[in-house]
């Protein structure tokens, strides 16, 4: 549904985006994920035609965006980080207003209100924008986006600035959108991508970096080679074995976890799977091993791996 090929963007000397590909497949909801400053909204700006790109190519639909912009945008529902609202309009002149703008062609009634039930803003329908809470304007952002029934949405960070209440709203009304929309969601907030994206594109510093499912990206970080365990056994008898284990890089000692059970940190050089090895070697001894498992990685951890930032970008 959506195809970007090699797309930078330069100002001046420096490029906000460089070289960047990826796909997304239709009914996919994709996260854009990166710190403040990474080209998230550099993206999506050329993705919507808003910007245009230096060099590269993007297409929605099978239509480039860059060559054929209008046509292009007929596909596409745009949730800027600053979504454009008049605050001295109601929702019923907004809505009506961008109605007319986009050139939908469904019928008008029925479609502004199908919308407003699906981002539920019928009870504030009548009401001034600048009187609204932020979750209902960013919900109004979001009608404005559903208009004229595109495939795809493009939402750039669309929980920033919201209460946790308006966070979780939105998110679900993300993953229920999600449903009959190829979706792209920017954000620099993991638990964010974690809780509504099938697929994650981490982006750092205007390049890609990373690109799979959240669980995906957390697994290849992992690998298996590095491990935690626990035995029944003695804990000096058994450091010693495990110390002379194949492939060793570091073994470390973590105490007595339950009586006469002592847990062990394993880990082993990269590509290494040393699991059947530690399962025999302690069963010929006759030490039961009471768990083993692998030092898994959150996605914050990954996404620190990856970009080798030292913390995430400060807004929430
Ligand atoms: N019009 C511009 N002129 C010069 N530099 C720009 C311009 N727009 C963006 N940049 C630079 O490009 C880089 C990427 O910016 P972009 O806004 O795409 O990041 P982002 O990931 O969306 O971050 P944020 O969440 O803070 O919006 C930044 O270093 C920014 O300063």
């Not at 605050?87 to 029925?110: E, G, H, I, N, Q």
């Not at 699991?275 to 010929?284: A, G, M, T, V």
Request: proline content about 4%.
């Amino acid at each position: 549904m959506i195809e970007v090929k090699n797309l930078s963007k330069r100002y001046g000397k420096n490029y906000a985006v460089e070289d960047i590909s990826f796909s997304v497949k239709e009914g996919e909801i994709l996260g854009f994920l990166g710190p403040n400053g990474a080209g998230k909204s550099t993206t999506m700006n050329m993705l919507t035609g808003y910007i245009s790109a230096t060099s590269g190519s993007a297409s929605v639909a099978g239509i480039d965006i860059l060559e054929n912009p209008i046509e292009a945008k007929k596909h596409i529902g745009y949730l800027p980080e600053l979504p454009p609202l008049y605050l001295d309009m109601t929702v019923k002149d907004y809505l009506d207003f961008a109605y007319s703008l986009k050139k939908v062609s469904l019928p008008k009634r029925a479609h502004i209100q199908e919308i407003c039930g699906l981002v539920k803003i019928e009870d504030v329908y009548g009401r001034l924008i600048g009187n609204l809470s932020k979750g209902y304007r960013q919900r109004v952002g979001v009608a404005q986006a559903l208009l004229g029934n595109p495939d795809v949405l493009i939402l750039d960070e669309p929980t920033v600035g919201l209460d946790p209440k308006q966070i979780i709203e939105i998110r679900n009304l993300i993953k229920h959108l999600g449903k009959g929309h190829t979706v792209i969601l920017s954000s620099h907030i993991l638990t964010e991508v974690q809780a509504v994206c099938e697929r994650v594109v981490v982006i750092n510093n205007g390049q890609i970096v990373a690109d799979g499912t959240p669980d995906d990206l957390s697994t290849a970080m992992t690998a298996d080679h590095k491990l935690i365990i626990r035995v029944a056994g003695p804990s000096e008898d058994v450091y010693k074995m495990l110390s002379k284990l194949p492939h060793l890089v570091e073994i470390t000692r973590n105490g007595q976890k339950e009586p006469g059970v002592f847990e062990y940190s394993i880990e082993t050089e990269a590509g290494t799977d040393i699991r059947k090895e530690i399962f025999n070697r302690l069963s010929d001894r006759h030490w039961p091993l009471m768990a083993m498992r692998t030092n898994d990685l959150t996605l914050e951890d990954v996404f620190l791996q990856l970009t080798g930032e030292k913390q995430m970008g400060g807004r929430r």
